[in-house]
């Protein structure tokens, strides 16, 4: 039997993926640089100034944030005074795992929603993953807010909760996350919601 040849990723291209990997392990950990990393990456091209009053966190802040994004090209600068910050969109998927703005800007939430941020400090951020899951499967209509206890093993009025604050990151995940549909295959264009969220222009101190 022959053996098949095996394609060998170029050592510049490990290292840039692998990077990329470990800043998104570091999105997932700190909510705050998930935060200017969700808002760069659906409302960019923006300055860091523009961060700095969106988001309402120092400036000293920002600047570290966007250093820490720059090094494995998270993020990209362009131009000379104002430098103009983008992002692209991110995409894990491994063994079942998925990760896209839209889970990031659920672990963002942390800084802005109590709920949130309790709901994390209680059950850790693969349960907050799955709960978006969940979230999304009841806002296109197919679970109610009780029935994702079961599957988070969690209490009734938990669920409820955290399918609420779950909200925003979702109506600005349909409309911005190009990736949206990977975590809710076969069901993305039916998620919709009562009443209308405007996603077009973030507030500051919010995530929608």
Do not use: W
Request: charged share 20%; proline share 9%; aromatic share 6%.
């Amino acid at each position: 039997m022959t053996p098949r040849p095996v394609t060998e990723t170029p050592p510049h291209d490990l290292e840039t993926g692998i990077n990329q990997l470990a800043t998104v392990g570091r999105l997932l950990d700190h909510s705050e640089l998930a935060r200017v990393y969700v808002y760069t990456c659906y409302y960019g091209p923006v300055t860091r100034p523009e961060i700095k009053a969106a988001l309402d966190i120092p400036k000293t802040t920002v600047y570290d944030h966007v250093e820490t994004l720059e090094a494995p090209g998270i993020v990209t600068l362009a131009g000379d005074r104002p430098v103009e910050v983008t992002a692209d969109p991110v995409r894990i998927t491994t063994d079942g795992i998925v990760v896209t703005p839209t889970i990031l800007h659920a672990v963002a939430l942390q800084e802005v929603d109590e709920e949130v941020s309790y709901f994390v400090e209680r059950h850790g951020v693969g349960k907050l993953a799955a709960a978006v899951r969940q979230a999304g499967l009841h806002y296109a209509g197919q679970i109610t807010q009780r029935m994702a206890a079961d599957p988070l093993g969690i209490p009734t009025g938990e669920a409820i909760s955290i399918i609420l604050a779950l909200k925003p990151a979702l109506a600005v995940g349909q409309e911005y996350d190009p990736h949206f549909d990977v975590i809710f295959p076969e069901i993305s264009d039916d998620v919709e919601f009562e009443s209308e969220l405007d996603v077009t222009t973030p507030r500051p101190n919010t995530e929608s």
